[in-house]
Structures are given as C-alpha cells and as structure tokens.
C-alpha cells in the first residue's frame, strides 16, 4: 500500500468485531507515533495503550459513550507532556500529538485495522482513567480493532476549494 492509498483508503470506523488485536501489531501502530514529527524534535508525547475492560469502560463514559470504545479491543490515548507556543502562535502539544495520531491511524490502516479519532471527550476523565498528571494535556485518543463495516468514502471538496498558488 503506498502512502496516498492509505490517506485516500482510511475511513473512520465506528463499529469492531470483538476479535483481539495481537501486540505486534499494536506495537507497530504505536512505533509509527513515536517517528512521528515534532516541534524542534522535543518528543513531547506519551502514548497510552488501553486494553482492560475496566479502563475501556471509563473511557466509554469519558467519550460521552460513544459506543466504539467499548466495542473496539483496545484504545490509544496520546498526551502531550510539555507544550509551549511555537512562532506562529501554535502550541506545540497539540500540533505534534496530532502529527503521531494520523500517523498512527494510517499505520493501523495499512496493518488492516480501523481506528476513529476522537476529539469529544472529557479530558478530566481520561486523565482519571489512566492516571495522566493534571499538567499533562489529553490530546486525542481513538479505538483501534478490525472494522466490522466498510464505509464509503465521504465526499470531498473539490482540488481549487482547497488549494490556491502564490495567494490566497
């Protein structure tokens, strides 16, 4: 699979067959955050690994019961353990937690797994669940297991919406 069939082939799946996903490939998976780009090459994440039924439920709760999480065999939570605005007025945190994220969810596609990024839930609550310092920032966190759907590809705008030379 090359880098664009990825991009263009990964749909959000919300649906998961209860078959476990093996450590290999969720080692895979996380490898592929951890070679992710960062501000100044800081590293500034950890990434979590969900697989017990309790710490599932808890996030069930704390993603506003979005069914996924419970229905998919593990999570995984990214944080960002420093963060500090970057020139253009960014912060760092978020930008480089989102850059190991859609890393990680084309690796699971590539891998044949489905994931969801999720960006509504209670950030308080996850960091209950898992124990996450309160200076810690949750950035994001989605299910990951084997899609038990096939969606179709949502439409996009289209090229010249999006894509403009030398101006606006």
């Not at 919300?14 to 290999?24: D, M, Q």
């Not at 994001?140 to 919406?161: L, M, N, S």
Request: aromatic share 8%; with cysteine; net charge negative.
């Amino acid at each position: 699979m090359t880098v664009k069939e990825a991009i263009g082939g990964r749909r959000s799946i919300r649906t998961y067959k209860p078959e476990a996903v093996s450590e290999e490939l969720l080692l895979q998976v996380l490898e592929a955050g951890r070679l992710s780009p960062s501000a100044a090459n800081e590293q500034n994440w950890r990434f979590i690994l969900a697989r017990d039924a309790d710490v599932k439920e808890k996030l069930f709760h704390a993603s506003h019961d979005q069914p996924s999480v419970n229905e998919a065999p593990a999570a995984i939570v990214v944080c960002a353990t420093s963060s500090r605005e970057m020139s253009c007025g960014e912060q760092t945190g978020v930008v480089d937690g989102s850059c190991a994220i859609i890393s990680m969810l084309l690796q699971a596609h590539e891998l044949g797994l489905g994931t969801c990024w999720l960006g509504h839930f209670d950030a308080d609550a996850v960091r209950a669940a898992l124990g996450i310092p309160a200076e810690v920032e949750v950035v994001g966190f989605f299910p990951i297991g084997y899609p038990a759907e096939a969606p179709e590809a949502r439409p996009r705008k289209d090229f010249a919406e999006v894509v403009s030379f030398d101006k606006y």
